[in-house]
């Protein structure tokens, strides 16, 4: 196959701008699956990316595109995951590709996630074609986000594409620019081995496999391959394309995108990032950027009442299998017993994992507030990362510095919101560093914000504050230095380790009054009064009282009823499975996260 | 040997909207159909040894079938088993349906005891409860049951409805003593799941009172009612001296019980058995000879002991201490000692789910 006649591009946008829709009609459009056959948003597989209406797992899919200029192309459509969480997976990707169509709404117009993205394509030297979507809907305005488009990412107005993925408009002028603008990709079939892993995934027949970019040489079954990373090696049983069905192929050659399956039984072993190069003869250099997934947020995760350390434990090492970015060591808290420390890309990444190991893997489990990665500086010089912030020393004479990790938070909003949010970001410890208008409407701001304030309740707050209309997008900056503080929270003087947090010393007052009377909503009733108090260090600063329960009762008992009755009781217990016993207090799951909801 | 009989009577006039007991508003066989199953059923007992002391009609509404009913029924009842040892017959009677004349009437078939579904002494009570009657027609039905010769009366109310203050409840219970009644059994209403109040309830349709001011409304109700000579003998049940309800106390102490009837349960060496449900399967069974029996508990060892836990600790009369060793001291406030026995006491009533849930643990682990 001559590499002419290969394209191989990823969509870009931001959450909700359609586009797994839009990629639905592309293959529709070149005939890969029948409209019968597609399913609504082709691409996401997971059941819960589908609920969400998210991407969070990235594929492949190969087309074949009869071209107005009679040839036939094929097109590797590389899908990428829509949410910051994600942010490097986006990068390998785009790593991937020579093009990327980038995909705006044309009623919301250019949102940060979109602005993101297009760096992320820019630095990988992406051909960058422009589309604007739902423009059948009635509030599109295309020419305020063609001026947009040119205004904010310099790309010509008349590049622009408009169209309507869910009404099929202007789905073959997208595919015949994808021939025309985007070049074909480079590679050496002589040269050795060297493939990009972009995404992985387990599967039950073929073991772990991993999607990959053929830069040089090619792969077949029987080669015997080699992961840069780690040095480990495998031998190739099967490599393929998604059309979109898993389809085998004699081989893999430079230029092309496809599946390359081993029999590895650990999806660890294929990290994102990585090249695969032939051990018989290996590739000098990787394709460069690898970064091991390196978590940001770690919560506590333990069983709940009713399910078993060792339960948890394989259902966790079950999940992991098919999850790269989560990293996992036991911990054992004096609250909740023996659990695990569970790292994290990001919020979004911890509630699937929550929600798929409740629902998929059958634990039921209690997470614990997230925390971000904390760097202390001891004064013996030495540097110690805190997952937990109960590894914090007790004593503070040890501590030169605390450091917490900073983002860099790009918001776009409409300017009738601009004094909310920068209120909001001043609150949250934000450092302005630009303010532009994007157009008469939308300003663009850009804060230094800690992550920890990110992941708090930012989210909500920023939606809410804009009726939903602002957007936002954060990448790491580093960390540094600030006046924290250690919150210990009591329940009936007893400190609740997997209550505890780290926060900034002049928002410890509010914090910890609010977090009391939220503790006081969520903790139900008890058969005896409950103390909930929070302090730093020992010294107490904010307290409430739980009156005990006063009725739970079986009003009517009689003969005919015993049998039933008991049964009524025993559901009531059940309910209470997803409590926590800690000591006489039963805590609920709720009470764990609220340490989220005050700031 | 089985001391107590029930007999469920599943007929109604309506569905209460808080009720789930058994019963049916349109039944496919009529009364007299009905309790010839119900005698057709003991027959197949025959191989138990039955001497009642207590007779219990329970429902459903027992009071839709006419007292001549009943007067036959006793008859062909006491050519099957010996009704000599006899000393409480109980009928549940709903205030729409028996005159005066009726009561006469039942004073003569062996119904020594009725328990009268008041419900409320307030209109807007008995509105917010879904029930037809008035408090005038109430009144008079109990007052026309002791006119009649009754002298062991029970009436039954409810507290904790949509609206109700702890002064009205006051009011009704004032009112109540007023009647010429020797029992009163007081339910906290509770939205079961399915029932109509429990659909309600779980869609916030239905609003009941908080947890304070029901608890607020029961210590305010034990006053009251012992204050007025009613002991406290079981969690919802008062009675004067002498007139507690022996068949209720079978019930709450382990005796044997057999009980007759769509969905009757019975207690019986050791084993609590349910008859189906199903009026009709119920009918096929005993016609067929076969006993209608679909349910079944076997309790043995701690389940024995926390069966019996979870009903002998509803009485004043409580438990032998022994039994209580694995309490949590912290409990101990919710109990009182008294003569080798501990018994819940007021708070500890009210909270009797929970102290079980706990006394469960401490027992089944």
């Known amino acids: ?599 | 040997m089985v001391k107590a009989l029930y007999l469920h009577i599943p007929f109604c006039s309506q569905k209460c909207p808080y009720c789930d007991f058994v019963s049916f508003v349109e039944a496919p066989l009529d009364h007299r159909a009905y309790l010839e199953l119900l005698l057709r059923e003991l027959e197949l007992y025959r191989d138990f040894e039955i001497l009642p002391e207590s007779l219990y009609f329970g429902g459903g509404t027992p009071s839709l079938i006419k007292p001549e009913l009943y007067a036959w029924f006793f008859k062909e009842l006491s050519k099957r088993i010996d009704l000599s040892h006899v000393e409480e017959a109980s009928l549940e009677i709903n205030p729409e349906d028996y005159s005066l004349e009726d009561f006469s009437k039942l004073r003569d078939t062996g119904i020594n005891r009725v328990s009268i579904g008041v419900q409320s002494l307030r209109e807007e009570g008995l509105r917010a409860l879904g029930r037809k009657h008035t408090v005038k027609r109430a009144v008079e039905t109990v007052e026309n049951a002791h006119r009649a010769g009754f002298e062991n009366i029970n009436i039954d109310l409810i507290f904790g409805y949509e609206g109700q203050t702890a002064e009205e409840l006051k009011e009704e219970l004032e009112r109540a003593l007023e009647l010429p009644i020797k029992h009163l059994s007081l339910y906290l209403l509770t939205p079961y799941e399915d029932t109509q109040f429990g659909h309600l309830y779980e869609r916030g349709l239905l609003k009941l009172p908080s947890e304070d001011s029901i608890a607020d409304m029961y210590e305010l109700a034990c006053e009251l009612l012992e204050g007025a000579g009613f002991y406290h003998y079981e969690v919802s049940n008062f009675a004067l001296e002498g007139f507690q309800c022996r068949h209720n106390l079978a019930y709450w102490s382990h005796e044997e019980f057999l009980g007759l009837g769509v969905s009757a349960w019975s207690f019986i060496n050791k084993v609590r058995f349910g008859n189906t449900r199903n009026i009709r399967l119920y009918a096929r069974k005993v016609l067929e000879g076969k006993k209608p029996v679909e349910y079944e508990e076997v309790l043995e060892g701690k389940e024995l002991l926390y069966d019996y836990l979870f009903t002998a600790l509803r009485t004043s009369r409580g438990v032998p201490k022994e039994l209580l060793r694995g309490l949590e001291p912290e409990l101990y406030e919710f109990f009182e000692e008294k003569g080798g026995r501990l018994a819940l006491n007021r708070r500890g009533m009210l909270l009797i789910n929970e102290v079980l849930l706990r006394l469960k643990k401490a027992i089944l682990l």
């Open chain 1, 1 to 599: 196959m001559s590499l002419e006649k290969v394209r191989n591009f990823s969509i870009i946008a931001h959450v909700d701008h359609g586009k797994s829709t839009l990629a639905d009609r592309l293959l529709e459009f070149t005939g890969a699956v029948s409209r019968r056959e597609l399913k609504e948003q082709m691409l996401d597989t997971l059941e819960i990316e589908r609920e969400r209406g998210i991407t969070i797992k990235l594929q492949a899919v190969r087309m074949f595109y009869k071209a107005k200029d009679e040839q036939t192309y094929t097109l590797h459509l590389i899908d990428t995951p829509g949410h910051v969480d994600f942010s490097y997976e986006v990068s390998r990707a785009l790593a991937a590709c020579e093009g990327a169509l980038l995909l705006v709404d044309a009623t919301q117009g250019i949102e940060a996630q979109t602005v993101a993205n297009f760096w992320k394509a820019v630095e990988q030297d992406l051909v960058i074609i422009p589309v604007i979507n739902k423009i059948d809907l009635p509030a599109a305005d295309p020419e305020r986000v063609k001026r947009q488009i040119e205004d904010i990412l310099g790309l010509p107005s008349d590049d622009v594409i408009l169209a309507s993925a869910k009404e099929g408009i202007g789905i073959e002028d997208i595919l015949e620019a994808i021939v025309r603008r985007i070049p074909p990709p480079k590679g050496d079939p002589g040269k050795p081995l060297k493939a990009l892993i972009f995404d992985s995934y387990y599967d039950a027949y073929r073991g772990a496999v991993a999607f990959v970019r053929v830069f040089d040489g090619e792969v077949k079954p029987g080669t015997k391959i080699r992961l840069f990373s780690t040095g480990k090696e495998f031998e190739v049983t099967e490599v393929g394309a998604q059309t979109p069905k898993m389809t085998r192929f004699e081989r893999l050659s430079a230029g092309d995108v496809g599946y390359i399956a081993a029999s590895i039984k650990d999806v660890r072993d294929i990290r994102v990032g990585d090249t695969i190069t032939d051990a018989r003869n290996p590739a000098p250099e990787p394709v460069p950027g690898f970064r091991p997934a390196k978590p940001m947020v770690y919560a506590g995760i333990y069983p709940s009442e009713g399910y078993t350390y060792e339960e948890l434990r394989d259902a966790l090492e079950k999940y992991a299998i098919n999850d790269a970015a989560i990293q996992f060591e036991p911990e054992t808290s004096p609250a909740l017993g023996l659990g695990f420390r569970v790292g994290f890309l990001g919020l979004l990444h911890m509630e699937i994992v929550q929600e798929r190991l409740e629902r998929e893997y059958g634990v039921s489990i209690i997470t614990t507030a997230p925390s971000v990665v904390y760097r202390v500086r001891l004064k013996n010089g030495e540097i110690k990362e805190i997952r937990n912030p109960t590894e914090l020393p007790e004593n503070w004479g040890f501590i030169e510095a605390i450091e917490e990790p900073f983002v860099l938070l790009t918001i776009i909003t409409p300017k009738d919101y601009v004094g909310n949010i920068m209120s909001l970001c001043q609150e949250k410890r934000g450092i302005q560093k630009k303010f532009v208008y994007l157009d008469p409407n939308t300003v663009l701001l850009e804060y230094e914000m800690p992550l920890s304030e990110v992941i708090m309740d930012f989210h909500d707050k920023v939606k809410g504050l804009s009726k939903g209309y602002a957007s936002y997008d954060y990448e790491f900056i580093g960390f540094r230095e600030e006046d924290l503080v250690k919150l210990n929270v009591f329940i009936n003087n007893e400190p609740v380790d997997a209550l505890s947090f780290i926060v900034h010393r002049d928002k410890a007052y509010r914090r910890a009054r609010q977090l009391v009377e939220k503790l006081k909503d969520v903790i139900p009733r008890q058969l005896f009064e409950v103390k909930v108090q929070a302090g730093i260090g020992s010294k107490i600063i904010a307290s409430e009282r739980i009156p005990p329960l006063r009725a739970n009762v079986t009003a009517k008992c009689y003969g005919g009823d015993i049998t039933r009755k008991k049964k009524l009781l025993e559901k009531q217990k059940e309910g209470k499975k997803r409590l926590k016993q800690f000591g006489k207090v039963e805590l609920p799951q709720e009470a764990f996260l609220t340490v989220l909801k005050v700031d």
